[in-house]
């Protein structure tokens, strides 16, 4: 209905569904747009069509799902048509095995096991793994409040168990647009259904991890854990307004938050590797290459919280789960890597409408920067009166 608002006064006329793609960030972007499209049931390609008529990657996946590279302004909205197509084949800087994925930006080579055992960064010529980025089960079975309290005693010691093969591997998406491999595993009870994506355009400078998983482990919890080859005594947490340095694991800090993204940037400063997260705020950094996203948690219950039963069951359940990576030469600021977290937790979204004409023409911004280095927090009416309150934050700690 918000979106609406404005697309009724855009020109949508075209031939093909209209879409307005929706951009709720204050930079302009282009990403990948996801859209489910009513079309026959015998189309087996799509073309798509942007504001200023010139075609755009797009390919037609299982159930109808639309996936097309669209660039939208600055808090704004513009429109592209899509049309039924004849299959055809497109050039693409994609390619896609069940063990390898590569784009313009990254080579990803998967091993036996289901895991990421490489990702080489072509834009730095630099491989960002030292090795596996893996699923690990680590015990956790704190001595009082379970729900609320992790152990060092737990903490220090290594995983009890990875998630591993016999893996299942499919190709589920090959195309101009995306290509996406996607992992079946099971371990101690769980199944865990991972798929691993890279995008073509400016949404290949990252390489996303979307995870299903139903879980069942008790006295657990699950970490992504990503072995770097960057190497640091510290690293870089987001806290939305400002950042935080911290060191590794001690017995006082092991388990610390953040919000979008945290940071490893090899202490040389010439590069590093930023985690992204669209829903998870714990980590942990075991040692000084190694960095651990916190997905779930199912504490054991052990002496006086016996009582806490309840929380013996927490985070049981379906869980869609989506993180990501991204190289940066530099460090992040530098890098510009912190806005792939913000483009990974807000995508484009995608409207279908009708065709109409409109005043705001094909492409409409509601505001706009003019630098990459300022972000905006919030843009809404004011309590009283017909004042515009614009809350913007400045990303790097300068004046």
């Known amino acids: ?76 909205f513009a429109v592209y048509h899509v049309r039924p197509a004849a299959p055809g084949s497109e050039s693409s800087e994609l390619t896609v095995t069940a063990s390898s994925l590569e784009n313009a930006r990254y080579r990803v080579r998967l091993d036996s096991n289901g895991d990421v055992a490489a990702l080489f960064d072509k834009k730095l010529n630099k491989e960002l793994l030292a090795a596996p980025a893996r699923l690990a089960i680590k015990t956790d079975k704190p001595e009082q409040w379970p729900a609320w309290n992790m152990d060092w005693a737990d903490q220090k010691k290594p995983p009890r168990a990875y998630v591993g093969g016999p893996a299942k591997v499919r190709v589920v998406e090959s195309g101009p647009v995306r290509a996406a491999v ?20 400016d949404a290949g400078n990252r390489i996303e991890f979307s995870n299903l998983i139903d879980w069942k482990t008790s006295k657990a919890n699950l970490k992504a854990a990503f072995p770097l080859t960057a190497s640091n005594e510290t690293a870089t947490y987001n806290w939305d307004i400002g950042t935080l340095e911290r060191g590794n694991n001690d017995e006082k ?5 953040s919000h979008q993204w945290f940071d490893l940037t090899d202490r040389g400063g010439t590069f590093g590797v930023t985690v992204l997260s669209d829903c998870k705020y714990g980590s942990d950094k075991p040692d000084d290459n190694t960095l651990g996203l916190t997905l779930l948690r199912t504490p054991g219950i052990s002496g006086w919280g016996r009582w806490l039963q309840d929380q013996a069951t927490q985070d049981w359940g379906r869980h ?37 004409g409109g005043a705001l023409g094909k492409e409409f911004s509601l505001l706009n920067l003019d630098s990459r280095r300022v972000r905006v927090l919030a843009l809404k009416k004011a309590e009283k009166g017909d004042d515009i309150v614009v809350r913007l934050i400045e990303l790097d700690g300068k004046p």
Not at 28 to 41: L, N, S, W, Y
Not at 253 to 257: I, Q, S, T
């Open 320 to 356: 869609e789960i989506l993180y990501g990576l991204a190289g940066h030469a530099g460090d992040w600021q530098r890098g510009q890597s912190d806005w792939q977290a913000w483009r990974l937790e807000q995508p484009l979204i995608a409207f279908t409408t009708e065709n109409h």
């Open 253 to 257: 800090k092991f388990e610390v938050a």
């Open 1 to 76: 209905g918000a979106v609406q608002s404005s697309a009724s006064a855009m020109d949508t006329r075209g031939e093909g569904t209209p879409v307005v793609a929706c951009n709720p960030l204050a930079i302009e972007r282009e990403d990948v747009v996801e859209a489910a499209i009513p079309m026959p049931a015998s189309t087996k390609a799509v073309r798509v069509f942007g504001p200023d008529g010139v075609e755009v990657p797009a390919q037609l996946e299982k159930g109808g799902k639309v996936l097309f590279l669209a660039r939208v302004p600055s808090v704004g």
């Open 182 to 201: 996607e992992v079946t595993r099971e371990k101690e009870g769980s199944r865990f259904t991972q798929t691993i994506r890279l995008s073509a355009g």
